[in-house]
């Protein structure tokens, strides 16, 4: 097997607040193949995003420091690079696409001058043949009339539209791998139909990497090729979109999906949905047990897993768990039982 | 039997203005643009739309937080719209709001227990004692520890301030509650907890609601009844069911087809829905 193009190893990034150490990432690890996208998914706080950002090194120094882990990249280790090393890396080799595209574009500068500074800041190219890069850009995002766009400022376009050209920006230096976190969070349904069909067709186009961080298993489920599920700074599950779904092993995962409404399924009007009761632990001191432990039904005096942190334990070919009581191994228990 | 709530022809219109010194009127927007809807007691009708489709500004124009440009509002058999100060406050008793942000709708400067006696004192229900006995009733119903009601907002995550924000919806009592985007500023996680909560006190109290989304699972997930709007209008209505399996109008068709369903599989299936569809959303 060929190495993959990134791969995250042990990545602990913790924040030095007053309060205490924030433990925001606490022993990641995952990869990305080529042409391959990977679903990061888990609720607010659990870490994904400041995943990203420790991957490109635009986590906030202080009060955030890089404690722990590797950040290879075509065998590179990100985390050693000088911030001017990392500047060349970034944009070039990996972009990033973030949720709101007001607040990730310059208001003061006009769609042109944005798209023409980052082509110039990567490739030695004069400033016409910029802007018709520039044009073509705005076309492939699906821009209508783009020669027309180039001299507007970013509050004469929707969210949608802002959004499609932050994806151009993010394209114009052909990035092996690109990052988008909630990239469609801040958009209609539509709209974000529309740009979730345009990440993944221009993925296959220029067989990029990607990563898709969001709250939305929906999304997760339209997008990912492989998925990672995120709970209080660590990976509780990785597999296959199709394993993930089809068979949820975390306690954690299965009480996601159970909470979800059903946009599809009538019942759901008249039963209750099954909400996960508690709320997710603080990082600056968590458990010492598995995070999950509070909330879980299935946590049980034992197997001790309240006291002893579970490992990510690869449970079939590539999906790999962090629970003692993943689903099919409690199936087996009570068939054991009724034997 | 009339309905709890009977809204016709609403319409709310809002000036376009330009000049800096003297403003003048140069054209409106029409954000609701002739909508008729009722709801029944112990009901619930679930209002959808994308942003800017006029689904929040109907529900303020129901409740009267904001005045209507024409139409009419009659609640209980009373003309909402002819109603004025100390009678309009009285209806109200029996008509509440829930909001989308718990951040931004609770006041950071009052404890959770005068929050939720606000509407108490306002209407001046019971004595002094009695409301604390009902606050601490109330916060019990919607699965917030009593014992916190003498802390502030802020000490609090986003469901557990969602929760006070219903008991203050529910001091008085009321026969309707507007809910307007009440879990969407929620994890999903918690989200659940609190459209849980929502039906179990219906079951309980016979609340009617007038339900306002934007994420379609969701309102299924809570309606009898669902009102699709688009620029404005009503473009489809009808029991949930058949507005989900089977819509008839082309904008609520391609409105369901793009939501992505939590299923890699069945995705296939919906994508390629969704293409024969995409003509009828404009960019």
Redesign the interface.
């Given at each position: 097997m060929s190495e993959p193009l990134l791969e995250v190893r042990d990545l602990r990034t913790h924040f030095f607040t007053r309060e205490g150490v924030v433990r925001a990432v606490d022993g990641v690890s995952l990869s990305v193949d080529r042409g391959r996208t990977l679903g990061l998914v888990g609720e607010s706080g659990c870490g994904k995003s400041v995943t990203a950002l420790s991957i490109l090194g635009l986590i906030p120094k202080p009060p955030a420091r890089i404690v722990g882990g590797e950040v290879l990249f075509r065998g590179r280790d990100l985390t050693t690079l000088s911030e001017r090393e990392l500047e060349d890396v970034r944009g070039k080799q990996i972009a990033m696409v973030f949720q709101d595209p007001m607040t990730s574009l310059n208001p003061t500068l006009t769609i042109e001058t944005q798209l023409v500074e980052t082509i110039r800041r990567h490739t030695d190219v004069s400033r016409r043949e910029a802007s018709r890069r520039a044009v073509e850009l705005l076309d492939e995002v699906g821009i209508p009339k783009p020669e027309t766009r180039l001299g507007d400022y970013p509050h004469r376009l929707s969210g949608g539209m802002r959004q499609r050209v932050m994806i151009a920006i993010a394209l114009s230096c052909e990035p092996d791998l690109l990052i988008a976190d909630e990239p469609t969070t801040a958009l209609d349904v539509t709209v974000q139909a529309q740009v979730l069909d345009l990440l993944d067709r221009l993925r296959r186009e220029h067989d990029m990497a990607m990563i898709v961080i969001t709250h939305d298993m929906g999304v997760i489920a339209e997008v990912a090729d492989e998925v990672a599920v995120m709970y209080a700074g660590q990976i509780v599950e990785q597999a296959s979109a199709a394993a993930l779904f089809a068979r949820p092993e975390h306690p954690y995962t299965e009480a996601l999906l159970g909470a979800l409404p059903q946009l599809e399924d009538h019942a759901s009007r008249v039963g209750r949905l099954t909400a996960i009761p508690g709320r997710p632990p603080s990082l600056i001191e968590p458990p010492a047990g598995c995070r999950f432990a509070a909330r879980c039904p299935y946590a049980g005096e034992p197997d001790g897993c309240a006291e002893h942190p579970p490992e990510l334990r690869e449970l079939r070919r590539g999906h790999l768990v962090r629970s003692e009581h993943p689903a099919s191994e409690r199936a087996r228990t009570r068939e054991g039982v009724s034997a | 039997m009339s309905a709890l709530l009977e809204v016709r022809d609403l319409v709310k219109r809002f000036p376009v203005k330009r000049g800096l010194f003297f403003e003048r009127t140069v054209d409106w927007v029409e954000a609701v643009a002739g909508v008729s809807f009722d709801i029944g007691a112990g009901e619930t009708l679930g209002l959808v739309g994308?942003?800017g489709s006029g689904k929040s500004t109907t529900g303020f124009c129901v409740l009267q937080l904001m005045r209507p440009t024409s139409g009419s509002v009659r609640f209980e058999g009373r003309e909402l719209t002819e109603l004025s100060g100390e009678e309009l406050r009285r209806v109200r008793r029996n008509a509440q709001i829930v909001f989308q942000d718990p951040y931004s709708s609770l006041d950071p400067r009052m404890t959770v227990g005068n929050i939720v006696a606000e509407p108490l004192v306002v209407h001046s229900v019971g004595t002094r004692r009695d409301r604390r006995t009902r606050v601490r009733e109330l916060l019990d119903v919607v699965g917030f520890d009593p014992t916190y009601v003498n802390r502030y907002p802020h000490e609090f995550?986003g469901?557990q301030r969602q929760r006070i924000g219903i008991a203050r919806a529910l001091a008085l009592s009321p026969r309707l509650i507007v809910c307007d985007e009440p879990v969407s500023a929620l994890?999903?996680?918690?989200?659940?907890?609190i459209?849980?909560l929502l039906?179990d006190l219906q079951a309980e109290f016979g609340l009617a609601y007038l339900f306002i989304a934007?994420?379609?699972?969701?309102v299924?997930?809570?309606?009898?009844r669902i009102a699709v709007m688009h620029r404005g209008r009503i473009v489809e209505t009808g029991p949930?069911?058949d507005v989900?399996?089977h819509p008839k109008d082309e904008y609520t068709k391609?409105?369901?087809?793009?939501?992505?369903?939590?299923?890699?599989?069945?995705?296939q299936e919906r994508?390629a829905d969704?293409r024969k569809l995409q003509g009828a959303?404009a960019?």
């Open positions: - | 994308e942003s995550s469901g994890d999903v996680s918690i989200q659940a907890q459209i849980n039906k934007h994420d379609l699972a969701v299924r997930s809570v309606s009898d949930a069911k989900y399996e391609a409105l369901l087809a793009s939501v992505p369903v939590p299923d890699p599989a069945r995705m994508k969704r959303v960019m």
